[in-house]
């Protein structure tokens, strides 16, 4: 019977993920409810809180709202599955099979963005009939394009925030103190230049923070963000991405070598 | 040693149960096992949640008064962290560690069990209430007049013992569900919308306003309000009463659904099931 | 390492630090091995017996490259566990069982699939694969149940072929038949041994003594740990004293009576053991030298005196190795 190592595709392990994380959500709809109740609640608050915000006040509602939902969705999601992982007690077969576990969470961040996908399309259901019709967007073409960028970019951070959860049992507390400072460092309904200056940097290292400013430069006239377009916000974000998506390999092997090391990974 | 003699059967006190819950739940199924957890739900939630809101009011349009209104609205509402999300989550945990059979096996009063779990997460809720209030006093514009700091701590006790028996209703429904996180979530949002938070509900149609008065926070929150503004006691009184009721409402029907779903899940064999 | 060694461990040191108290932590350092030497051979089942504590399951944790060790170096099929993890995980399975450990959610064909994927079988072998295993571990009636609504016994099922799926080398099994019926732990003893027959070099970890004598033609005795024993059966047996056990039974030995017996030729040990009234003494023996004869007029002032004579079993070792560690 022994042997024959298989040859490990990082693409079929990522579409395997991505089927389990399917199979997983099919066998337990209930998860269909919060994450469709969410972004009709998120939708229906930013449209009561943006009343006042001018013109193109809906823009700001849908994007903030979508924001809020596709977070919960893109990020907060990605990592509670490998926080599941741990309570099935799956994460150990999973890491010691030869496939890397960081294409197991892309597979995940993929099913995720299809949901965050859907929620942002119910905001934006939400929102056009609490005003009665759609927003007037100047280049929707470009819209859908850095629309799904931003996705690109949440999932980015969502690599990482996995990372915090295969690293420790503790991810989940930390990630929900950490929840709206998070809202608030990346700008996610408000442009982050309102923030005092000291915090901008900061907020700059989070490739979300770049692609919804792009977003808002495309979609509200005469909206200023950090004053140097959308091209240049893109170029950000393309690049702080690419720094994300670089170090992830880098920091997976690093948080798995550090559970084998203090061999906590069976906790729960 | 004689295994079986009926007639020393032990007979769990009310008190001792409740206690030792107490004492054992944040450790076990709360999920506070350190400090820097419940520091950063007492100290950082409260306020990330009123600076994002603060900006978001902002920006749209608002002026010191609505920075004040969503400031108060979420100090509040951080409540809802440790009472209803931790609380409900227990029943979860539970199943995760593969104690819920033993739970419910064992003769312990049910109220005493699950009320005594609620005892640490209501003085987290106290302290994250009072840390919230201070945050909206100091940096938000929201005046708290000394006068009004009694009838205020008796609004804020009331609302944190209402939002922990709601919390345990959610907890009991989650018995029959795979996990109560979706629960928790969902009233957790709900929150932001229908009790008043971030802004009046007169502002919604009446349908969710129905909704919202029927989640303890709406009721706990216009006591508070009401308590700084300073209202006269008699309306205030009925505030506290509608809280009150609310939280006994609650914790009436957390027992109804733990029987309730206790047998329906042990009827379909879901009661390990997450 | 040696040619036909699949397993090969040297000095090996296993420390986990865990940290208690609310407000102020404290690191609590438990060594749960302590230097331990091993040497399996390729094709063979290999036993490891040990108490609860011991350090088996660390063991298979580090060998199966799912943990590190604090020191020491541990060799599988011939490539460093902490280095070569990449050549090593393809042509390992891992059998840890237990109630977690698969996604209940979803069936067991799918659970498989997965975990097929993961270790890149060939797409065009899987579902022959799954079918295979699923087969072979009588589970091919419930494959399209979900996982959760499975008995304990049928987990532990899945569990190892999930272990085999990908057709391994060299199989971790720790504890498989634990939990598991009497006909179950016998199923499970024939899969296995069926492996073995495919060139399948296998670690067990067990509680189970018989399991241990019927399965592993050598064994090592882990305690506290620490490799106590290392060794086949018969050369563990003369280990202890020998391959034959006397029981004697009465109430109540003379000191001189157990000097008498402990002069006999070939007696190693003589173990004396309270029973309520009456008093047990244990001897271990070399074959052929003394026999129930010679015990009995050792003890002929004993009317009641009642005598059994039985092979040392593989559990009398065990208690033998441990009692020694612990003292």
Same mark, same amino acid.
């Given at each position: 019977?022994?042997?024959?190592?298989?040859?490990?595709?990082?693409?079929?392990?990522?579409?395997?993920?991505?089927?389990?994380?399917?199979?997983?959500?099919?066998?337990?709809?209930?998860?269909? *409810?919060?994450?469709?109740?969410?972004?009709?609640?998120?939708?229906?608050?930013?449209?009561?809180?943006?009343?006042?915000?001018?013109?193109?006040?809906?823009?700001? !509602?849908?994007?903030?709202?979508?924001?809020?939902?596709?977070?919960?969705?893109?990020?907060?999601?990605?990592?509670?599955?490998?926080?599941?992982?741990?309570?099935?007690?799956?994460?150990?077969?999973?890491?010691?099979?030869?496939?890397?576990?960081?294409?197991?969470?892309?597979?995940?961040?993929?099913?995720?963005?299809?949901? =965050?996908?859907?929620?942002?399309?119910?905001?934006?259901?939400?929102?056009? *009939?609490?005003?009665?019709?759609?927003?007037?967007?100047?280049?929707?073409?470009?819209?859908?394009?850095?629309?799904?960028?931003?996705?690109?970019?949440?999932?980015?951070?969502?690599?990482?925030? !996995? !990372?915090?959860?295969?690293?420790?049992?503790?991810?989940?507390?930390?990630?929900?103190?950490?929840?709206?400072?998070?809202?608030?460092?990346? =700008?996610?309904?408000?442009?982050?230049?309102?923030?005092?200056?000291?915090?901008?940097?900061?907020?700059?290292?989070?490739?979300?923070?770049?692609?919804?400013?792009?977003?808002?430069?495309?979609?509200?006239?005469?909206?200023?963000?950090?004053?140097?377009?959308?091209?240049?916000?893109?170029?950000?974000?393309?690049?702080?991405?690419?720094?994300?998506?670089?170090?992830?390999?880098?920091?997976?092997?690093?948080?798995?070598?550090?559970?084998?090391?203090?061999?906590?990974?069976?906790?729960? | 040693?004689?295994?079986?003699?009926?007639?020393?059967?032990?007979?769990?006190?009310?008190?001792?149960?409740?206690?030792?819950?107490?004492?054992?739940?944040?450790?076990?199924?709360?999920?506070?096992?350190?400090?820097?957890?419940?520091?950063?739900?007492?100290?950082?939630?409260?306020?990330?949640?009123?600076?994002?809101?603060?900006?978001?009011?902002?920006?749209?349009?608002?002026? @010191?008064?609505?920075?004040?209104?969503?400031?108060?609205?979420?100090?509040?509402?951080?409540?809802?962290?440790?009472?209803?999300?931790?609380?409900?989550?227990?029943?979860?945990?539970?199943?995760?560690?593969?104690?819920?059979?033993?739970?419910?096996?064992?003769?312990?009063?049910?109220?005493?069990?699950?009320?005594?779990?609620?005892?640490?997460?209501?003085?987290?809720?106290? @302290?994250?209430?009072?840390?919230?209030?201070?945050?909206?006093?100091?940096?938000?514009?929201?005046?708290?007049?000394? @006068?009004?700091?009694?009838?205020?701590?008796?609004?804020?006790?009331?609302?944190?013992?209402?939002?922990?028996?709601?919390?345990? +209703?959610?907890?009991?429904?989650? +018995?029959?569900?795979?996990?109560?996180?979706? +629960?928790?979530?969902?009233? +957790?949002?709900?929150?932001?919308?229908?009790?008043?938070?971030?802004?009046?509900?007169?502002?919604?149609?009446?349908?969710?306003?129905?909704?919202?008065?029927?989640?303890?926070?709406?009721?706990?929150?216009?006591?508070?309000?009401?308590?700084?503004?300073?209202?006269?006691?008699?309306?205030?009184?009925?505030?506290?009463? @509608?809280?009150?009721?609310?939280?006994?409402?609650?914790?009436?029907?957390?027992?109804?659904?733990?029987?309730?779903?206790?047998?329906?899940?042990?009827?379909?064999?879901?009661?390990?099931?997450? | 390492?040696?040619?036909?060694?699949?397993?090969?461990?040297?000095?090996?040191?296993?420390?986990?630090?865990?940290?208690?108290?609310?407000?102020?932590?404290?690191?609590? #350092?438990?060594?749960?091995?302590?230097?331990?030497?091993?040497?399996?051979?390729?094709?063979?089942?290999?036993?490891?017996? %040990?108490?609860?504590?011991?350090?088996?399951?660390?063991?298979?944790?580090?060998?199966?490259?799912?943990?590190?060790?604090?020191?020491?170096?541990?060799?599988?099929?011939?490539?460093?566990?902490?280095?070569?993890?990449?050549?090593?995980?393809?042509?390992?399975?891992?059998?840890?069982?237990?109630?977690?450990?698969?996604?209940?959610?979803?069936?067991?064909?799918?659970?498989?699939?997965?975990?097929?994927?993961?270790?890149?079988?060939?797409?065009?072998?899987?579902?022959?694969?799954?079918?295979?295993?699923?087969?072979?571990?009588?589970?091919?009636?419930?494959?399209?149940?979900?996982?959760?609504?499975?008995?304990?016994?049928?987990?532990?099922?899945?569990?190892?072929?999930?272990?085999?799926?990908? #057709?391994?080398?060299?199989?971790?099994?720790?504890?498989?038949?634990? %939990?598991?019926?009497?006909?179950?732990?016998?199923?499970?003893?024939?899969?296995?041994?069926?492996?073995?027959?495919?060139?399948?070099?296998?670690?067990?970890?067990?509680?189970?003594?018989?399991?241990?004598?019927?399965?592993?033609?050598?064994?090592?005795?882990?305690?506290?740990?620490?490799?106590?024993?290392?060794?086949?059966?018969?050369?563990? #047996?003369?280990?202890?004293?020998?391959?034959?056990?006397?029981?004697?039974?009465?109430?109540?030995?003379?000191?001189?009576?157990?000097?008498?017996?402990?002069?006999?030729?070939?007696?190693?040990?003589?173990?004396?053991?309270?029973?309520?009234?009456?008093?047990?003494?244990?001897?271990?023996?070399?074959?052929?030298?003394?026999?129930?004869?010679?015990?009995?007029?050792?003890?002929?002032?004993?009317?009641?005196?009642?005598?059994?004579?039985?092979?040392?079993?593989?559990?009398?070792?065990?208690?033998?190795?441990?009692?020694?560690?612990?003292?």
């Amino acid at each position: 019977m022994a042997l024959a190592a298989g040859e490990v595709s990082r693409l079929r392990t990522t579409v395997a993920s991505l089927r389990l994380a399917v199979l997983q959500f099919m066998a337990d709809p209930q998860w269909l *409810v919060p994450s469709m109740i969410a972004p009709v609640i998120f939708g229906l608050v930013s449209f009561e809180l943006f009343r006042g915000a001018g013109p193109y006040f809906l823009t700001y !509602a849908i994007l903030g709202a979508g924001m809020m939902s596709m977070w919960g969705q893109t990020l907060y999601g990605s990592g509670w599955a490998t926080g599941q992982d741990r309570v099935f007690g799956t994460l150990e077969p999973t890491i010691q099979s030869p496939s890397p576990y960081l294409y197991v969470v892309l597979g995940r961040i993929l099913w995720n963005i299809v949901i =965050g996908l859907v929620g942002g399309g119910i905001v934006y259901g939400v929102v056009v *009939v609490a005003a009665g019709g759609p927003p007037a967007l100047p280049n929707p073409a470009l819209f859908v394009v850095l629309f799904l960028f931003v996705m690109v970019t949440l999932a980015s951070v969502g690599v990482l925030f !996995a !990372a915090a959860y295969v690293y420790t049992r503790y991810a989940g507390f930390i990630q929900n103190i950490g929840e709206f400072a998070f809202y608030v460092g990346t =700008g996610c309904m408000f442009p982050v230049i309102l923030l005092p200056f000291w915090t901008n940097p900061i907020a700059l290292l989070f490739p979300p923070t770049w692609a919804l400013d792009a977003l808002r430069y495309v979609s509200i006239p005469g909206y200023t963000g950090f004053g140097w377009g959308w091209q240049v916000d893109l170029v950000g974000a393309v690049v702080s991405t690419a720094v994300y998506a670089g170090i992830a390999g880098g920091i997976f092997h690093r948080v798995e070598r550090h559970v084998l090391e203090v061999g906590n990974l069976s906790e729960y | 040693m004689a295994l079986a003699n009926p007639t020393t059967v032990p007979h769990p006190q009310f008190w001792r149960t409740m206690w030792a819950n107490a004492l054992l739940a944040p450790r076990t199924t709360l999920g506070f096992m350190r400090i820097d957890f419940v520091l950063g739900t007492v100290f950082v939630i409260p306020l990330t949640q009123m600076v994002f809101f603060a900006f978001v009011v902002t920006l749209g349009g608002g002026g @010191a008064s609505d920075v004040a209104y969503v400031a108060l609205g979420n100090a509040v509402a951080t409540v809802t962290y440790s009472s209803v999300f931790s609380v409900c989550q227990t029943t979860d945990s539970e199943k995760q560690q593969g104690t819920m059979e033993h739970l419910l096996v064992s003769p312990a009063g049910r109220f005493a069990l699950y009320f005594g779990r609620g005892f640490i997460p209501i003085l987290i809720s106290l @302290a994250t209430v009072t840390v919230g209030l201070t945050y909206a006093a100091l940096f938000f514009g929201v005046t708290i007049p000394v @006068a009004t700091l009694p009838e205020l701590a008796v609004s804020v006790v009331l609302t944190a013992f209402a939002m922990v028996g709601f919390g345990l +209703l959610l907890g009991g429904v989650a +018995l029959y569900l795979r996990t109560s996180i979706i +629960l928790g979530n969902i009233f +957790l949002f709900i929150g932001l919308l229908l009790s008043g938070v971030n802004f009046p509900l007169s502002s919604l149609p009446p349908v969710l306003q129905w909704i919202g008065d029927g989640y303890p926070l709406t009721w706990g929150l216009a006591a508070i309000r009401a308590s700084i503004s300073g209202e006269a006691f008699g309306s205030l009184a009925l505030l506290w009463a @509608a809280v009150a009721f609310s939280g006994v409402v609650s914790l009436g029907l957390a027992m109804g659904c733990w029987e309730y779903f206790e047998r329906r899940a042990l009827s379909t064999g879901s009661i390990a099931r997450f | 390492m040696s040619d036909d060694a699949a397993i090969e461990v040297r000095d090996l040191v296993r420390v986990f630090e865990s940290r208690k108290g609310f407000l102020f932590r404290e690191v609590v #350092r438990t060594e749960a091995l302590k230097g331990v030497n091993l040497r399996v051979r390729a094709g063979s089942i290999f036993g490891l017996l %040990g108490p609860n504590g011991a350090g088996k399951t660390t063991l298979v944790k580090i060998l199966s490259t799912l943990l590190l060790p604090t020191s020491g170096t541990a060799q599988v099929l011939g490539h460093d566990v902490t280095r070569e993890t990449d050549w090593l995980r393809p042509r390992i399975g891992l059998v840890l069982g237990g109630e977690r450990g698969l996604y209940s959610r979803i069936n067991a064909r799918e659970n498989l699939r997965y975990f097929a994927d993961l270790y890149g079988i060939p797409v065009s072998e899987r579902e022959r694969r799954i079918t295979e295993v699923l087969e072979r571990v009588d589970l091919s009636s419930a494959a399209d149940r979900r996982v959760e609504e499975y008995s304990r016994g049928m987990k532990q099922k899945l569990h190892i072929a999930r272990g085999i799926l990908h #057709r391994p080398a060299i199989l971790f099994l720790d504890e498989p038949t634990i %939990g598991l019926d009497p006909k179950s732990a016998r199923e499970t003893r024939k899969l296995v041994r069926s492996l073995i027959q495919d060139g399948v070099t296998i670690l067990l970890t067990t509680h189970y003594m018989f399991e241990a004598e019927e399965l592993c033609p050598e064994l090592a005795v882990l305690s506290r740990g620490r490799v106590v024993a290392h060794d086949t059966i018969p050369g563990l #047996r003369s280990r202890v004293g020998g391959d034959r056990t006397i029981e004697a039974e009465a109430y109540g030995f003379e000191d001189r009576e157990v000097d008498a017996l402990r002069a006999l030729p070939g007696v190693s040990k003589v173990a004396s053991e309270e029973y309520g009234p009456r008093t047990r003494l244990t001897l271990r023996m070399r074959t052929g030298v003394t026999g129930v004869e010679h015990v009995k007029a050792a003890l002929r002032e004993h009317p009641e005196l009642t005598i059994r004579e039985r092979r040392t079993s593989v559990e009398d070792v065990y208690l033998d190795l441990v009692e020694e560690e612990a003292s």
